[in-house]
């Protein structure tokens, strides 16, 4: 059985609405239709393929020590503009351009709302001044 892609991440949060805010304002990604699993949460969409699965938790998130994700990626276009969209909105972001033959991508790293590490994969034709921005 082969792996197509990844499906999705799903994040688990104790406030939903500012996950959601954030995956809007910022990556672009739309709220969209979830099915009734009888707690809340919701979806966010990039096209037609729920990408981030927002799960909410009781008052407070807990979190197993044994848990290891240190961040999901996502592929995209337009950098140049991606960064400026970063700055207007006052994100930190660190950039890095993976080495060797065939890859040399640029990858954006940001940090959510909730402090996850996703990393946003540009290819290596775009080009951008990807110094670090630290926000404020």
């Known amino acids: 059985m082969p792996i197509g892609r990844l499906d999705h991440v799903n994040l688990r949060t104790t406030d939903v609405p500012r996950l959601v ?18 707690f809340g949460g919701a979806w966010m969409y990039s096209g037609e393929d729920a990408v981030v699965h927002i799960v909410e938790t009781g008052g407070t998130a807990e979190y197993r020590g044994d848990q290891q994700l240190e961040h999901f990626a996502m592929r995209a276009t337009g950098l140049e503009e991606f960064l400026a969209h970063l700055r207007s909105l006052n994100i930190a972001y660190k950039c890095g351009v993976l ?6 991508h ?6 959510d709302a909730d402090g996850n590490h996703i990393h946003i994969d540009f290819p290596p034709h775009e080009s951008a001044d990807i110094t670090e921005f630290k926000g404020t």
Do not use: M, W
């Open 21 to 38: 805010a954030f995956y809007e304002r910022v990556l672009g990604l739309k709220k969209g239709k979830r099915p009734d699993f009888g």
């Open 99 to 104: 080495p060797g033959d065939g890859f040399g």
């Open 106 to 111: 640029t990858q954006v790293n940001i940090f």
